[in-house]
């Protein structure tokens, strides 16, 4: 079982930059892949980017693509997320998953997840 905190969330103007982390305990963290996601208010979840456990292998929503990267620090057990461009439609929670199978696009596949931390972009 592994427990998740985000941090780095906040305010920024369009065209700015935050940085989340992810800070994982409780499990061995290279054994999971780790994914983001977020939810506006009245929207569904959905799926922004995602990395294997070795960090290898990234997957990203089309919306983020060259303006997000995502990385991982498994001696640090802790998952980077560098938002770059941000746009006001990137407002909502952020929420850090993970899961033992691969870094794939369905929440419904992450049997782990964090609090969430609020990004709001302001235009």
């Known amino acids: 079982q592994v427990q998740l905190v985000e941090s780095g969330g906040g305010l920024a103007q369009a065209g700015g930059s935050l940085r989340l982390s992810c800070t994982a305990s409780?499990?061995?963290?290279?054994?999971?892949?780790m994914g983001w996601f977020r939810q506006a208010p009245g929207k569904e979840r959905e799926f922004v980017a995602a990395?294997?456990?070795?960090?290898?292998?990234?997957r990203y929503a089309d919306s983020v693509k060259g303006r997000f990267t995502l990385s991982r620090h498994n001696a640090k057990n802790t998952m980077y997320l560098q938002m770059n461009s941000l746009r006001p439609e990137d407002t909502g929670v952020y929420y850090c998953?993970?899961?033992?199978?691969?870094?794939?696009?369905?929440?419904?596949?992450?049997?782990?997840w964090g609090q969430g931390t609020q990004v709001t972009v302001s235009s």
């Open positions: 990395i294997g456990g070795s960090g290898r292998n990234t």
């Open positions: 998953a993970a899961n033992r199978v691969a870094p794939m696009t369905s929440p419904t596949v992450y049997d782990y």
């Open positions: 409780g499990d061995t963290f290279s054994s999971y892949a």
